[in-house]
């Protein structure tokens, strides 16, 4: 006899919701993904292609198809600069949950080799950006953050600082097997954006 597939779980039954976000709670949820991206972005060094194609790795090009799309979803997070072009649906979310987190195993060597040298320097009292790798990566994520955030949300170097390297060690459990999960509960336990 024959087995029959079992169909995959809807992007719904893989992320439920015990109830519906209310607008502060989602307006966390689409600061906290885009900065997420923003981490990934400026550790890899990858942009919006690396984006589109996880997208459509994952078949969700409905959801992120394009540039402009993708430029939408981002442009979504209350803390940009022009924000409120798009409001960002559970969907949407859900899909960007699992980008980041299809980006982050595809990266999960180097964030580990990252948090790795993170926990080294830590342990000997040295700043992360005596590490030409760190240093790089906490460059060019207050670089992109000063560039794309409202000015109301700036923060000062050190912030930003603490906020790249909090992001850093997410990105570490988002690359494992069940990081999507992790992230999609993390996005509901977080209080308040930066």
């Not at 589109?52 to 442009?75: E, F, H, I, N, P």
Request: with cysteine.
């Amino acid at each position: 006899m024959p087995s029959i597939a079992q169909p995959s779980p809807s992007i719904q039954d893989r992320f439920p919701l015990a109830q519906q976000p209310d607008p502060d709670q989602l307006d966390d949820i689409k600061a906290q993904l885009d900065l997420i991206l923003m981490a990934i972005e400026a550790l890899a060094t990858i942009g919006s292609d690396a984006m589109l194609q996880a997208a459509q790795d994952l078949g969700l090009s409905d959801v992120v198809g394009d540039r402009v799309a993708l430029w939408r979803l981002r442009q979504s997070s209350p803390l940009r600069k022009g924000q409120g072009r798009k409001r960002l649906d559970v969907d949407e979310a859900r899909s960007l949950v699992l980008i980041i987190c299809h980006l982050a195993q595809q990266h999960a060597e180097l964030i580990r080799r990252s948090v790795s040298l993170l926990e080294q320097l830590t342990e000997q009292g040295r700043p992360p950006h005596q590490a030409a790798l760190l240093g790089d990566y906490l460059d060019r994520f207050g670089n992109t953050y000063e560039e794309r955030m409202d000015e109301s949300h700036q923060i000062s170097s050190d912030e930003q600082t603490y906020l790249a390297l909090k992001l850093l060690i997410d990105l570490l459990f988002y690359s494992l097997p069940n990081g999507s999960q992790r992230l999609w509960l993390a996005l509901f336990t977080r209080v308040h954006h930066p």
